[in-house]
């Protein structure tokens, strides 16, 4: 899986005037955690975090703070009501020979048969949450609608790929082909023409 460095400064207070003053600076306020680490309360620059969060891209993060490196994955983050500026992000620890958890985006390909047939592709999961080692995390998870029929769906479930687990949902929907009004009108000319 790729990685991308994101550097930061600690952050020594939580109080409300001095993260207005960060968000005042163009920084945004976040933190690291994880289970048997301890938690890093630091600060990056608003800029530099869409690197992470403007991209269809999954990434390890190395968070570089104050000369200390630390590996992460992004985890959540709160934007604004009203300006949809990042409020706050929170990076969650990736401990050395503990399977890792995070969303991967699905790359579907494949010319689907229910389109050849006048059929709607439509796409509802653009990421999947998959669990297993680092060394094993895939860039995408590939995806072939070549066989995809009209009113079809492909899910979470019906997918599967060495060395990693499907942890969203079995029931998730990825992606489907709709019927459109071209695509019954030519299922209803196929009918009339078998009955002559």
């Known amino acids: 899986m790729k990685e991308i460095t994101l550097k930061g400064e600690i952050r020594t207070t939580n109080r409300k005037s001095d993260i207005k003053n960060l968000r005042n600076e163009g920084k945004v306020p976040c933190i690291f955690y994880g289970q048997g680490v301890e ?3 630091f600060a990056v ?50 401990i050395p020979g503990r399977p890792v958890t995070i969303d991967i985006p699905v790359d579907i390909f494949g010319n689907s048969e229910g389109v050849k047939q006048g059929g709607k592709l439509m796409v509802s999961a653009r990421k999947l949450r998959v669990c297993g ?57 196929a009918a009339a023409a078998a009955k002559k």
């Open 39 to 41: 938690n890093v309360m």
């Open 45 to 94: 620059e608003a800029k530099e975090l869409k690197n992470i969060t403007h991209t269809p891209a999954s990434y390890i993060i190395n968070l570089e703070i104050n000369g200390a490196s630390y590996k992460s994955t992004f985890h959540q983050i709160q934007y604004h009501p009203v300006t949809d500026e990042a409020m706050h992000v929170d990076f969650l620890a990736v």
């Open 133 to 189: 080692a680092l060394e094993n995390l895939p860039d995408t998870l590939p995806v072939d609608i070549t066989e995809l029929k009209l009113g079809k769906q492909i899910s979470a479930g019906d997918l599967s790929y060495d060395g990693i687990q499907i942890v969203s949902p079995k029931g998730t929907v990825v992606c489907a082909v709709k019927m459109t009004r071209a695509a019954l009108g030519a299922a209803a000319a």
